[in-house]
């Protein structure tokens, strides 16, 4: 993976997982989870403009936004009875918002893979955190090109 591509943000995100050992790798997760943003309420209110990732096990909701700078808005919604996925989703919310339409395109699709939680969760989990910035990514192409 090229950390030339990868934005501030996660390149942070990155190290402050590295840093630490298997378990407290764990808590910083779970603290992600606590941090997921709630919802705007147009989102709240009308949670059909939500896309479902379906490749999660647990039921995760997004929807990207760009405004007139090109700047990119992630929504994503998690239940809190599911603290690995609802950490998978705050991650990227953070590392992903405010940054461009480029620099979300560039992001590596194994960005995943790199933060240190392979050993940590199961490879499931982490394909459905790479689902999720799949579809964000896509949702920007679309949303860009139309």
Same mark, same amino acid.
């Given at each position: 993976?090229?950390? &030339?591509?990868?934005?501030? &943000? %996660?390149?942070?995100? $990155? ?6 050992? $298997? &378990?407290?790798?764990?808590? !910083? %997760? ?18 059909? %403009? ?11 909701? =997004? ?7 090109? /700047?990119?808005? /992630? ?13 998978? #989703?705050? =991650? !990227? ?5 405010? !940054? ?14 790199? =933060?240190? /939680? ?6 499931? $989990? ?14 920007? $192409?679309?949303?860009?090109? #139309?």
């Amino acid at each position: 993976m090229s950390s &030339s591509k990868l934005p501030d &943000s %996660l390149v942070q995100i $990155r190290e402050d997982f590295r840093e630490l050992d $298997r &378990s407290d790798r764990l808590v !910083l %997760l779970l603290e992600f989870a606590n941090e997921l943003p709630a919802l705007p309420p147009l989102y709240a209110e009308h949670p059909d %403009l939500l896309e479902r990732v379906v490749e999660c096990q647990s039921p995760v909701f =997004i929807f990207v936004e760009v405004d007139d700078k090109r /700047l990119v808005h /992630l929504h994503a919604t998690a239940p809190k009875e599911a603290p690995t996925t609802r950490g998978f #989703a705050s =991650i !990227l919310v953070q590392g992903l918002s405010g !940054l461009t339409v480029e620099e979300v395109l560039e992001v590596p699709d194994d960005f995943p893979n790199t =933060i240190g /939680l392979t050993e940590a969760v199961s490879l499931l $989990r982490i394909r459905g955190m790479t689902a999720m910035l799949a579809r964000a990514k896509r949702q920007l $192409r679309e949303k860009t090109t #139309a």
